[in-house]
């Protein structure tokens, strides 16, 4: 839908339809909305307050001393850019991975491509929830436990995502790419000059969902490390209450951290994200 | 890989004829092994080595160091069909499942059918719905353990109720299945949602020339325009409730919950594996869970082709 459209539209009357909806959608949002209010209401309280009995949504006095203190105390500068390192990473290596692969199995012919095909969409059952164990003694006799290498690279092998760009390279006038070819054009050329910058959605999508898995990621890096100055995100705000007790407040204060990030992003992309699903084919069918 | 070896095995008097094929096809070939190759040998390393790697450990008694293991046939898988702790916690993940994915289905497409209908703020009710996917599962985990949390929490005190979600059995899965619920249906409304937009706007308009109110039009044209996504979010929704593991540990203070009530299968698995250092023992736990999710899924494929001929 354009923005155009979009525009439109808002200026339309209001229906009694539409006011019911409107009201439904806003006390659905609430109920969403809800919890994260709470984090929020209680990372604002001291630690007493938030252990109070019975408990309350406002805090009766407003203080960032959580906030302050898992600032000072913790290493959450270094678990941000632990994070972020990791999911650049991630994010950069899948999408040149998978995007290759994506082509090379829906645009070139080879011996055994249907059973290579087989074996990669058998991938798509293999997890480190499902494989942990002998994943980690891989990736141990490959001495990567403690190092970033191992934390990226066992998660940059997603038969899934490659299984949506095969999708949707396979729906490419083919015309397109022998146009090119009769003027002379290579494989290498065609993909980067045609193929890329069509996909452009699809890849936007492909990237973010990746960003966004490999940030939440938990599983995987609580195995593989053991030095807490590598500890991502998700993973370092877990021990905050391991080591002390719990603290609500500062736990709450990190989790929104940790979270407030891709929210952030997610406000500003979300029209993009929803086209690029609907682009990649994975909506439609 | 395949075809070279091939071609060095054809005798050295082929046909020419053939000999034109075979370039063509090795040139195939090597664009699209190119191509493929990067991805591919990240796969090889960490997809497929250690799934070869797991059935030849499983095989053997190895502990976490790899070193001194030796060959114990049998052994880990007769000794973990006959573990009742095993069958519990595959029956926790199972029951997770069952539980989560109906609900989610349903609850992410009535969100999306909502977000869809309403013509204003459209931003603000995506944003709404999608904003828990984004947190980190221990996040929202975390949030959801204090919510639930008896005396302190908020979700009692809001509804009026002294419920012991976290520390009763017979509550402790439920309370992670709503936070799931929560945390995750995002992903699915998001995949709804964008279906929703692809169905052609024409079809309802000539159905609306035809006198269908909008009970037939949802009848008749939203939902059989949606049977493919339905199908899609009810796959993804199984393969990953099986994997249950992140938000039950964190609710559960990495532990297995009240009476061992809430231990997932993976959670199992990873006890023997990195807590009692029996990794061949995990190692062969690892590969029956494998071959379940390969059996859901082979399942669920056949299951289509045969909707699929029914209809034709």
């Known amino acids: 839908m354009s923005a155009?459209?979009?525009?439109?539209?808002?200026?339309?009357?209001?229906?009694?339809?539409?006011?019911?909806?409107?009201?439904?959608?806003?006390?659905?949002?609430?109920?969403?909305?809800?919890?994260?209010?709470?984090?929020l209401f209680t990372s604002l309280k001291s630690e007493a307050e938030a252990a109070e009995i019975p408990p309350h949504w406002?805090?009766?006095?407003?203080?960032?001393?959580?906030?302050?203190?898992?600032?000072?105390?913790?290493?959450?500068?270094?678990?941000?850019?632990?994070?972020?390192?990791?999911?650049?990473?991630?994010?950069?290596?899948?999408?040149?991975?998978?995007?290759?692969?994506?082509?090379?199995?829906?645009?070139?012919?080879?011996?055994?491509?249907s059973l290579l095909m087989g074996v990669v969409m058998s991938g798509l059952m293999v997890s480190p929830a499902v494989l942990g164990?002998?994943?980690?003694?891989?990736?141990?006799?490959?001495?990567?436990?403690?190092?970033?290498?191992?934390?990226?690279?066992?998660?940059?092998?997603p038969a899934a995502?490659?299984?949506?760009?095969?999708?949707?390279?396979?729906g490419i006038p083919r015309e397109l790419e022998e146009a090119a070819f009769i003027d002379g054009a290579g494989r290498w050329r065609v993909f980067f000059t045609i193929v890329v910058p069509l996909a452009r959605p699809s890849l936007a999508a492909v990237g973010i969902f990746t960003f966004i898995a490999s940030w939440n990621n938990f599983l995987w890096p609580y195995m593989v490390t053991n030095n807490p100055d590598l500890m991502t995100m998700p993973n370092g705000i877990a021990t905050v209450m391991n080591s002390y007790g719990i603290q609500w407040a500062q736990l709450m204060a990190g989790g929104l951290m940790a979270g407030l990030p891709l929210i952030v992003v997610f406000v500003f992309f979300q029209r993009q994200i929803v086209a690029g699903v609907a682009h990649t084919g994975l909506a439609g069918q | 890989m395949t075809t070279s070896a091939q071609t060095v095995a054809v005798p050295a008097r082929a046909k020419t004829a053939t000999a034109a094929a075979t370039v063509r096809r090795k040139q195939g070939f090597q664009h699209g092994g190119w191509f493929i190759a990067p991805f591919l040998a990240l796969f090889a390393v960490f997809v497929v080595w250690p799934l070869l790697r797991g059935v030849w450990l499983s095989f053997t008694d190895a502990n976490i160091s790899g070193e001194?293991?030796?060959?114990?046939?049998?052994?880990?898988?007769?000794?973990?069909?006959?573990?009742?702790?095993?069958?519990?916690?595959?029956?926790?993940?199972a029951y997770?499942?069952?539980l989560v994915v109906p609900c989610i289905t349903l609850l992410a497409f009535l969100l999306a059918m909502l977000a869809h209908h309403i013509e204003r703020g459209k931003w603000l009710w995506r944003l709404c719905f999608f904003a828990p996917f984004l947190l980190p599962s221990t996040v929202a985990a975390n949030m959801w353990q204090w919510l639930f949390?008896?005396?302190?929490?908020?979700?009692?005190?809001?509804?009026?109720?002294?419920?012991?979600?976290?520390?009763?059995?017979?509550?402790?899965?439920?309370?992670?299945?709503?936070?799931?619920?929560?945390?995750?249906?995002?992903?699915?409304?998001?995949?709804y949602l964008a279906a929703l937009q692809g169905i052609p706007g024409h079809?309802?308009?000539?159905?609306?020339?035809?006198?269908?109110?909008?009970?037939?039009?949802?009848?008749?044209?939203?939902?059989?325009?949606?049977?493919?996504?339905?199908?899609?979010?009810?796959?993804?929704?199984?393969?990953?409730?099986?994997?249950?593991?992140?938000?039950?540990?964190?609710?559960?203070?990495?532990?297995?919950?009240?009476?061992?009530?809430?231990?997932?299968?993976?959670?199992?698995?990873?006890?023997?594996?990195?807590?009692?250092?029996?990794?061949?023992?995990?190692?062969a736990m690892s590969i029956i869970f494998f071959v379940i999710i390969a059996a859901v899924a082979l399942g669920r494929m056949a299951l289509l082709r045969t909707r699929e001929e029914g209809t034709r």
Not at chain 1, 161 to 170: D, G
Not at chain 2, 170 to 181: F, G, P
Not at chain 2, 203 to 230: C, F, Q, S
């Open chain 1, 4 to 39: 155009t459209q979009v525009r439109l539209k808002t200026r339309k009357p209001w229906t009694p339809s539409q006011i019911v909806l409107t009201l439904i959608g806003a006390a659905v949002s609430v109920v969403f909305m809800a919890p994260i209010a709470a984090a």
């Open chain 1, 58 to 113: 406002l805090p009766k006095v407003w203080t960032t001393q959580a906030w302050k203190s898992l600032w000072e105390t913790g290493n959450v500068g270094n678990w941000f850019v632990n994070s972020l390192v990791v999911s650049v990473c991630v994010t950069t290596i899948v999408l040149i991975v998978s995007a290759l692969a994506g082509y090379g199995f829906a645009r070139t012919e080879f011996r055994g491509k």
């Open chain 1, 133 to 157: 164990v002998p994943l980690f003694t891989t990736v141990q006799q490959m001495g990567m436990v403690d190092t970033y290498w191992g934390m990226i690279l066992p998660q940059c092998a």
């Open chain 1, 161 to 170: 995502m490659v299984y949506i760009l095969y999708k949707f390279f396979q």
């Open chain 2, 68 to 93: 001194g293991a030796s060959f114990v046939g049998l052994d880990n898988y007769r000794e973990a069909l006959n573990d009742q702790a095993m069958w519990d916690a595959l029956g926790h993940s």
């Open chain 2, 96 to 98: 997770f499942t069952l």
């Open chain 2, 149 to 191: 949390t008896q005396g302190i929490g908020l979700f009692n005190e809001t509804f009026g109720l002294d419920t012991p979600w976290l520390t009763d059995k017979s509550y402790a899965m439920l309370a992670i299945v709503i936070t799931t619920l929560w945390w995750t249906v995002g992903f699915s409304f998001l995949l």
């Open chain 2, 203 to 283: 079809l309802y308009e000539a159905a609306k020339l035809d006198g269908a109110n909008a009970w037939h039009r949802m009848v008749h044209i939203t939902l059989p325009m949606l049977r493919n996504i339905t199908g899609l979010v009810i796959a993804l929704q199984i393969l990953a409730s099986l994997q249950l593991f992140d938000q039950a540990v964190v609710m559960m203070d990495f532990g297995p919950g009240p009476e061992l009530s809430t231990r997932s299968f993976v959670q199992y698995t990873l006890e023997q594996g990195f807590t009692a250092y029996r990794v061949g023992y995990a190692s």
